[in-house]
């Protein structure tokens, strides 16, 4: 992809369907008795390998027109034995969160990804399902994609997360429908609740006292209709853009606001973005709202602590608006960057770097030195796609053109990026 830098953002748009509520409606959907409907669907490489996972499985699951998704339900015990190795591409939400499904199985599968995905770390989630009695096996002793999955009974557990981690809970709250008593699942911080809001809306009684969530099995998921929010991970991206660049103003209409996932906003609050949300309203239980920023000088901040769960996966245009602002910008505790769809500390540094930024590295994060000019500059995103369309953002306001290479890995989360660019963009 070839940026240019242009004068200003303006305009008003809606990005694509939220990725982890569309994997999500897939999943519950797909174990659901009955029809659910799904629109605002995102239809990107990600949500498709959750989506062709439980078509292998015996669900039939009509793709209307890309944005609308019928899952005729198979109940809690409908699915069938896949024939084949499930691909979960690049997503690491499909392996992880159907880790927990396939453990209370009562047949045997298989799951790999793409190199990348074969890469990270899996037995965050194979640990506690094994303790729960699953068997599964997998390289480096159920670390590694590819994993073998025989299902079987499980038997309720109580997990203490050492890392916030929604796929996680995800899976173990997946798996605590099968297993016998009670499973639950205690998290410090809180990491995102779609998983949760979405079995409560499917009728699943969930237990909550402080920072603990509990599931007993034995419940039923009765269908339901859901209207899929824009995805507030995709629309940080013109947030940022609208920030850095003077005389911009962007709304981005019908955004998902989920308080878990809006540490984007406060972030870029603190740094002294100008942000106001409208009409902020429920839909099938989850906020939406409309989101206006208008551009405003931005200064450096430190980001730690709590907040992190809260914006992990929008830390990489977070540093764009870092490398911009006046000021100095330290990110600590941060450490699961490392772990991503690439090493994102890293990469990230070796962009910014490129581009003229000083940025200094460490286990968990780093520091940024903004208020420079950012050089135009060819740079890899190492098929990482937060990082890919987080330097197109900064190719806007470089001095010269921008060069992304390897770019084709932005169809797994926001296949239409390039498009929505290119509509606000005032040259």
Known sequence: MTISPIKRLNGEIRVQGDKSVSH?????????????????????DDCR?????????????????????KIDGRDLYGLTEPA????MGNSGTSARLLCGLLAGQNFFSVMTGDSSLRRRPMKRVTGPLRGMGANITGRRDGDLLPLAIKG???????????????????ALLFAGLYARGKTSVEEMPQSRDHTERMLTYFGIKLGKEGNVITIESGQKLTARDISV??????????????SILKGSEV??????????????????KKMGALIEIIDLRDSEG?????????????????????????????????CIAAAVAEGETLIKDAAELRVKESDRIAVMAECLTLMGVD???????????????LKGTVCNSHGDHRIAMSMAIAGLVADDEMVIEDTECIKTSFPEFEKTLRQLSVV
């Not at 409606?25 to 990107?44: D, E, Q, R, Y």
């Open 229 to 242: 929010p824009g995805d507030i991970s995709s629309a940080a991206f013109f947030m940022v853009g609208a």
């Open 152 to 170: 079987g009974e499980l038997q309720g557990i109580h997990h203490r997360l050492p890392v916030a981690s929604a796929q996680v809970k995800s």
């Open 286 to 318: 989850e906020p939406v709202g409309d989101v206006r920023v208008v551009s405003a000088p931005l200064k450096g901040t430190e980001i730690s602590g709590e907040i992190i769960p809260r914006l992990v996966d929008e830390l990489p245009v977070i």
């Open 84 to 87: 084949d190795v499930l691909d």
């Open 49 to 69: 390998a959750t989506m062709n996972a439980f078509r292998a499985m015996g669900v039939s699951i009509e793709d209307i027109n890309g944005g609308t998704v």
């Open 24 to 44: 999500r409606a897939i999943i519950l959907g797909s174990i659901a008795k009955g029809v659910t409907n799904v629109t605002n669907f995102l239809p990107s």
């Open 359 to 373: 940025v200094e590295t460490f286990d968990d994060g780093m520091r940024i030195t903004g208020g420079r000019q």
């Open 251 to 268: 709304i981005v209409r019908d955004v998902g606001l989920n308080p878990t996932r809006t540490g984007i906003i406060d972030v870029l």
